[in-house]
């Protein structure tokens, strides 16, 4: 333990952030970063917790408490408090081959299992271990490290987001040769793809991305497994396969005006600002724009949230984000979600921040069901209508949705986004190698074993599991290559 009372000496201190109202302005990362006495103040508030739950990894009423990839977090909290920062490195990268990104995105459920937030605020984990790894970089302790041997042993693996980027790096350690095959012109999957850039800087993907080739990881864009090549040929060119293509069939709404334009899926939307900024800073106009329209995202969650902070960008009108779900308390409520599950309570991600800071109001309308699109005689998008729903759970725990009288609403409309989650993976891969699925579409492959019912495949990530969080992917590329490893060679020393 750093100090036995720093959690009762030292209050909780997060970096600022840019001014909403200047953020919006570009496309940049809007954090900022603690000096180096404020991160040892903010290691010292760790307890060193005899049963540390932070690094747990459970799933507890339907959401993670504690953290995925099991972080040793007292240990390196421990570390930067006593200047230790190459140690500090080295037990993070023991157990997440990519902190750069989950210091970024993740939604930190470690913190929300601290136990010093039992009765106060959380130690600031996500913040420390971004500034780990930073470090890490600018002080040049992140270098290529290729395997010294190898097995002759080849693996393809399909998708390059954060499953089957920590599987192929974990493969190449265990010195097998990888192939990482991507349909999409830059390595990255929903890391270059799907989460805008004032979050996850591409560049910051892109360094890891090198690092990872460096090491001796082949590459190849632009080319979808079961087009491009068959999934049966990939099945019979490698001594394994591990598909990491994920959840990416998006959920669609069926109602009255769905085909109206101006109607778009939030993906599409982000994709084309992202690839659009990447390719020419937006000059090429290759993107669907909210600049001057009244924009309404439909879906209360990260996806949406990212379309409001896009739209914002555009330079929107208006902005406003539905969800179906009521508006959370303020304080954990201690009987229905209590510690150590994941807090939910109401906050402010960046985009709220930002659209309140322009408009003057959280940008959110809370338990609100959209009924009908509505349109021009041209076809064009003008309004939608809603009503106000009351979310119930039934005796056998489904949720219930009531519309309630005399709520109903009009909405001006330009551009409506549809984030409501996806389905599953898509079929292609899937038809192809006949592989089987689980009642919710994904490939069935036992979680732990990651095998499917096809000799040499193996699947893992949200191809596996459903849509879900980064830390989730890293965790399960990581595991799945460990059972690769074993598949080819009998035995694994990877963790």
Request: glycine share 10%; proline share 5%.
């Amino acid at each position: 333990m750093s100090t036995p009372t720093g959690f009762m000496e030292y209050k909780r201190e997060l970096p600022a952030d840019r001014d909403p109202i200047e953020r919006i302005k570009d496309w940049e990362e809007f954090h900022l970063h603690l000096n180096d006495d404020q991160l040892r103040t903010q290691g010292a508030r760790c307890m060193d917790c005899g049963t540390p739950y932070c690094h747990t990894g459970m799933e507890l009423a339907g959401s993670v408490s504690g953290c995925p990839v099991n972080n040793l977090i007292p240990e390196w909290n421990n570390l930067i408090y006593r200047g230790l920062w190459r140690e500090a490195l080295d037990r993070l990268h023991k157990t997440n081959n990519f902190p750069e990104f989950t210091g970024r995105v993740c939604p930190a459920p470690c913190e929300g299992s601290c136990t010093v937030g039992l009765i106060g605020q959380p130690v600031t984990i996500k913040t420390i271990e971004q500034e780990i790894i930073d470090r890490g970089f600018d002080e040049g302790w992140v270098v290529p490290q290729p395997p010294k041997e190898r097995t002759g042993k080849r693996v393809a693996v399909v998708g390059s987001g954060p499953a089957g980027l920590a599987a192929a790096a974990q493969l190449n350690k265990a010195g097998h040769l990888v192939t990482v095959y991507e349909r999409a012109d830059r390595i990255g999957g929903l890391l270059t793809y799907g989460i805008p850039t004032m979050k996850l800087d591409k560049g910051v993907v892109q360094r890891r991305v090198d690092l990872l080739e460096a090491e001796g990881i082949t590459f190849v864009t632009n080319t979808e497994i079961g087009k491009d090549i068959s999934a049966q040929d990939l099945v019979d060119q490698f001594d394994a396969v591990v598909l990491c293509g994920g959840a990416t069939k998006a959920r669609d709404v069926e109602m009255e005006g769905r085909e109206l334009k101006g109607v778009h899926q939030a993906m599409d939307y982000l994709n084309g600002t992202i690839k659009s900024y990447l390719d020419s800073n937006l000059e090429d106009g290759n993107y669907i724009s909210g600049k001057d329209k009244d924009v309404i995202v439909i879906g209360g969650g990260d996806t949406g949230t990212d379309c409001v902070a896009t739209a914002l960008r555009h330079g929107c009108r208006s902005v406003t984000q539905f969800g179906t779900h009521a508006k959370a308390p303020l304080e954990r409520d201690a009987v229905n979600n209590p510690w150590p599950q994941f807090p939910n309570v109401y906050t402010l991600d960046y985009a709220h921040e930002e659209a309140k800071a322009l408009y003057g109001d959280d940008p959110r309308a809370f338990s609100v069901l959209t009924k009908k699109f509505v349109g021009d005689e041209n076809g064009v998008l003008k309004e939608l209508h809603t009503v106000q729903i009351e979310r119930t759970v039934d005796e056998t725990g489904r949720k219930v949705y009531t519309e309630i009288p005399g709520t109903e609403k009009v909405w001006k409309a330009d551009l409506v986004l549809i984030a409501v989650g996806f389905e599953g993976p898509e079929n292609t891969i899937i038809n192809q190698l006949n592989l089987e699925q689980d009642r919710r579409s994904n490939v069935k492959a036992q979680y732990g074993k990651y095998t499917t019912n096809v000799d040499k495949v193996f699947a893992a990530g949200d191809m596996r599991r459903g849509q879900s969080l980064v830390v989730w992917a890293i965790n399960e590329g990581r595991e799945a290559a460990r059972e690769v490893d074993k598949y080819l060679m009998g035995s694994s020393m990877l963790p």
